[in-house]
């Protein structure tokens, strides 16, 4: 698994849902609040869980993995209630949103350098 490659998928979404505040449609907030589908959360809760669930830091990388998708769903919840301006917001810099992502950064990185990957 190229860890870095899914860190950069997770951050393909803030384009995406800056998109749908600028054109002002409706995104799938299950979709968004779903842990495994995408492909960081894929590997961590399926090859990562059973071959590095007793390390130091995987726990730590599934709870900052699973904050950032619940600061992502706020998100979408706003761009569907139609708040684009209140969920544009929420997606600049020093937001929980943004301070997830760096923690995840942080978190993987540190799962990556114990799992020797």
Do not use: S
């Amino acid at each position: 698994m190229n860890l870095e490659e899914a860190l950069a998928k997770d951050a393909e979404m803030k384009p995406k849902l800056l998109a749908a505040i600028n054109g002002k449609y409706e995104l799938d907030v299950k979709g968004v609040a779903k842990l495994d589908a995408c492909l960081l959360g894929n590997w961590l809760h399926g090859e990562a869980e059973r071959r590095f669930q007793f390390l130091k830091h995987y726990r730590p990388c599934v709870d900052a993995h699973a904050a950032f998708h619940a600061e992502l769903e706020k998100v979408v919840r706003q761009i569907n209630l139609g708040e684009y301006e209140q969920a544009q917001a929420m997606l600049a810099n020093g937001t929980p949103c943004t301070k997830a992502f760096v923690a995840l950064v942080g978190e993987v990185r540190k799962l990556k350098a114990e799992a020797k990957l």
